[in-house]
């Protein structure tokens, strides 16, 4: 190998250490908007009481919150002592159903509905 393909590999090897080295300060310099932290934000609504309007067995009206995320959303439901049913939730996103849940039950459930969560 000449001199000269030496030199221009070594000019290459060089200039992708300098490279890295750039993408990396970058990568550091900017950690907290590439991998932001996980906040948990925690925010109680109710108690509610929703009375269904209409006939059969969802209901026509909606409990409805806004609620602005840019990360995963869990909701937790806490049954009231009033339930007296089991019942479903179903979740909308921009007025479209994305999600609903099993068939849920109430503290102090008799026979078939006592094993429901």
């Not at 934000?41 to 067995?57: A, M």
């Not at 969802?58 to 339930?83: E, M, W």
Request: charged share 15%.
């Amino acid at each position: 190998m000449s001199g000269q393909d030496k030199s221009h590999r070594i000019e290459i090897i060089v200039a992708v250490i300098g490279l890295v080295g750039l993408l990396g300060a970058a990568v550091i310099q900017n950690w907290h908007n590439l991998f932001p932290p996980v906040i948990i934000k925690s925010q109680n609504f109710g108690p509610e009481e929703i009375y269904c309007n209409g006939s059969g067995q969802v209901c026509s009206n909606r409990f409805a919150i806004d609620v602005t995320t840019r990360g995963v959303l869990k909701v937790q439901y806490v049954v009231p002592p009033t339930h007296c049913g089991p019942i479903k939730i179903h979740f909308y996103l921009d007025g479209k159903p994305v999600s609903s849940t099993g068939t849920l039950g109430w503290r102090g459930a008799p026979g078939q509905f006592s094993s429901l969560p």
